[in-house]
């Protein structure tokens, strides 16, 4: 018998060999109590929990158990995770500017606490005019087991002139076009990611997406007074609120050619998409966007790219999914996606006023089901500098005392609206509960939250 250097057993000519042997704690231990070795080694495998392969799907760390009771005893539980390992996954059901990958299973973003990675923690408060009427409210589930996946990509490639031979399988999905991803191609979810219940679809065009132009990403907050990582400010002179101005976004991008799209031309183009692949243009809410901003362009030329959004209603709720399409000079769609499902409303749900609603995301109990920020098109969030050190000084008050940084805004909430929020369960399913869309203002670009709104009695924190 040999070693792994090549050698027997016992060949004095391998130092290595030797070494391992002479530092071996067998050699000075007297002879081993294997039955007691044993015993100790079961007892530790028993502590060995098993990880769902799908367990990383939550959008929030989740460290307790949610179940959901609908009906009589029949329930759903909300996916369970560690908060001190967990990934947050941003998909295109809940954010649209961040679903250019089918099913953004790749689209990560490691998190501390509900808004740390940005920059500060928002603390919500609800204004003197929210109500706090509970109620009762149906969620939904999703259903795409009738969807021909190969069929529904063949039509994707047809609407969007994708060439190529349709490769792939209902388990991990197709996928159809240039292999090198330097010119379009189109793909369909698998089952074994969507579970037959939300089948997502994307469209990229490599070949007309443009280069990021615009130097180092800016790291200012455009919608919020929140100062955290802007320049503008001394901080170790700043007075105790004080706050600064953002810097102006870089942009030495050179103009492109061609017919710049309006927002009506790239609205129509998207409805002429969409509506060939069955989407309900009549249940959806319509927006478009400047996006010119995403690959470094300035104000004066954002409108280059527009930004197209179909959020999809159900029986008049915003249901918080959607359809989107990026348009560039002359009509060239530089990327599109969305899903195809069948929404199953559940049993009714008791719901909790908003104004109560609003006060539990701070409780303790509620800190793992945290309140998701509605991200927007055009909205940057500062970094946040405390990770790996502040290099800026210290903020004193006018008589020299430090101030030490908690990390939270306070946010007054003025608007709420009925709403749907979505969950991954334990099982990777997908399910929309009842929710508070809340607003710091009536303004269109007013920061949101979505909040859910089920009472306690659906949440087992135990």
Known sequence: MTNEFGKEFGNEGDQAWELLRANDPANSASVPDLAAIRASVLAESNKVVTISKRSWLAPVAVAASVALFVGGGAGY???????????????????????????????KLSLAGDFAGWGGRAYLEAG????????????????????DRK???????????????????????YFVGDKSYTKAVAQISGSSWDLSQLVTWNYIDSSVNPSYCGGDIPMYD?????????????????????????MPAPSECETPGGNFPTDESALALAKEKFIALGFNSESASWSVSDNGG??????????????????????GIASNQFWTMTVGPDNKILSANGFFAKFVPTAEYKIVGARTAIERSQNGLWVNLA????????????????????????????????ILDAGVYRVTISKVETSLISWYLNDGSIILLPAYLLSESDSEDSRQWLQLAIADEYVDFN
């Open 77 to 107: 539980t909300i996916a369970a995770q560690s908060s001190s390992d967990s990934w947050f996954v941003y998909s295109p059901i809940s954010a649209p500017e961040r679903s250019s990958a089918v099913g953004a299973q790749d689209q």
């Open 128 to 147: 003197s005019d929210i109500s706090n009427t509970s109620g009762v409210q149906v969620g939904y589930t999703f259903d795409a087991s009738d969807v």
């Open 151 to 173: 069929a529904q990509l063949e039509v994707i490639a047809n609407t969007f002139l994708v060439d190529g031979k349709i490769t792939g399988s209902k388990t991990d999905g």
């Open 222 to 246: 455009t919608k919020s007074s929140s100062s955290a990582g802007v320049s503008g400010v001394d901080v170790a002179t700043a007075e105790p609120g004080a706050t600064s101005k953002p």
């Open 294 to 315: 995403t690959w470094g362009y300035g104000t004066e030329l954002a409108g280059v790219y527009k930004l197209v959004t179909a959020e999809v209603s159900i029986d």
């Open 371 to 402: 309140s998701q920020e509605v991200f927007k098109d055009g909205m940057v969030y500062p970094g946040d500098l405390t990770i790996g050190g502040n290099s800026l000084a210290v903020a004193r008050n006018q008589v020299g005392q430090p």
